[in-house]
């Protein structure tokens, strides 16, 4: 009733109507009496609230009218009084169910507002003779308030139905503007229309590369089960008019022929709204109810594709937000790595430049090693932050890519466990010469050395050398120049296997 009636609490409507049907039987003096709520979306009375019958002639009647035939039928299409001395005697009284106690008096009112037919209002079996001018202007006051009532109840409950997908939309724009990932945003989206709409499920659906549509996050009242996953398969009915920017509205997706996948059995109503924005199909909104569920109403379809419009608008403001934010981390990033490019390491240079100027005029062979070394030291770390550099103008959120990213990628996440970070250099152009299988193999051989390095401990620095202009020995092993190769070379100052200090160097190399 709630459904039809349009309102959240249908009790105090319920009790007014159940009162009006009382009053109007005991005033006119009938022995039985009846109003009937009209569905608004698929005509017939959709509720029937009686009086004078006990528990004993409903459970003999079994089903009520549905005012679709018959005198009641008349009475809702005609929209006008009608009294009767007999009803058997008129021809449109059909449809009468077993079981039903004899009525011969009748006297009927449209229920009406305005120019709308809300119901019927009618009275049986006079106890005295039969209804008269008096009882049928008793019985058309009634009535009005009886249109007075639904009506009012309806308007009441589309703005409070409005209020809650405005509301629930504001609350979705809100979540999906404050950075949430892709696939959190797609899940808010469906938890809040499947709540408002009060489906069973809430399910997106995104276009696939073959052109079909599948679902990418499903929100339900339990487990999802096998939902997420479903696809449309290219041509579908269904899908033609999705990607035509159309909502699909299906009475029963158990049974429609329109519908392909294997979850629709245990659907009924279901509403399939298109994401779009701009011109742009980014997804579809799907909200099925259980099979035999309540039918949407034309108030449903309209809000629910409101939220959708929305919900889309909302989705394309927070991926183009995330976009913004990105955008803004890159160039701090890179202009982080210019700073680092144009300041640091020209100075770095520019001192070991200054450093081997002053090694050439040194004569004594311990002030020479001191100096040496301090140079070796200064090109190392000018490899090191060039090195930062390269990860510095790598997109954060997917991190470094090619050769060079994943090497830099698997001495970083080794470096907690080493607890000190590897230097590592480059030679030559990695991220070019090296193939995809040569580098699977090469990042196979690293984390094999990293490995061992932290077995034996005592390391307190290591350094990785990639080398792609190098010349290996071919496949067959022959001597000679070699063919162009790449190598890998991980030395450590730890311990070596036997326990005894002095370090471990670790090569490998393959060709290209």
Known sequence: ??????????????????????????????????????????????ELFTAGLSD????????????????????LTEARPLRLDDLT???????????????????????RLDKEVLGSLYLTEKRTGSFTARDENLLRVLAAQAAVAIGNARLYGTARQRERWIAGAAAVTNALLTGVDATDALMTVAEAARSLAGAFAGVVLQPTEEGGMEIVAASTCDDPGDIVGTTIAPGSPVLVQLLGGEPVFIEDSSTDPRMTTHVRERFGP?????????????????????????PYRAVDRLLATQFASQAALALVLADSQHDR??????????????????????????TEMMLESTRRRVVQPALDGLLGRAVDELDSTIQEVRTTIFALQQPPTE???????????????????????????????????????????????????????????????IEVTVDATARVADASGAGGDGVAGVRLRVRDNGAREDGTPGGTTVTWESPR
């Open 1 to 46: 009733m709630e459904d039809v009636l349009g309102i959240g609490d249908g009790l105090e409507l319920r009790a007014t109507l159940q009162h009006i049907v009382e009053s109007a039987t005991e005033l006119a003096g009938a022995r039985y009496g009846a109003l009937g709520v009209v569905d608004p979306e698929r005509g017939g009375l959709a």
């Open 399 to 461: 991190g470094p890519t090619g050769v060079r990213g994943a090497v830099l990628r698997e001495t970083e996440g080794a470096a907690g466990l080493l607890g000190l970070r590897p230097s590592v250099r480059f030679t030559g152009a990695v991220d070019t010469l090296v193939t995809p299988r040569v580098a699977r193999d090469l990042l196979v051989a690293l984390r094999g050395a990293l490995a061992a390095a932290r077995r034996r401990g005592g390391a307190t620095a």
């Open 325 to 350: 934010e990105r955008l803004a981390v890159y160039e701090d990033r890179d202009r982080i790595a210019r700073d680092l490019h144009d300041l640091v390491v020209q100075r770095l240079f520019a």
């Open 89 to 111: 005697a008129d021809p449109r009284s059909v449809g009468v169910p077993p079981g039903h106690p004899p009525m011969r008096s009748f006297l009927g009112v449209p229920v």
């Open 270 to 294: 279901s509403m399939m709204l298109p994401l779009q924005s701009g011109g742009k199909l980014i997804g579809t909104l799907a909200l099925p109810r259980r099979r035999g569920g309540t």
């Open 56 to 75: 004993a002639d409903r459970q003999r009647i079994g089903r009520l009218p549905d005012g679709r035939s018959g005198v009641l039928g008349a009475l």
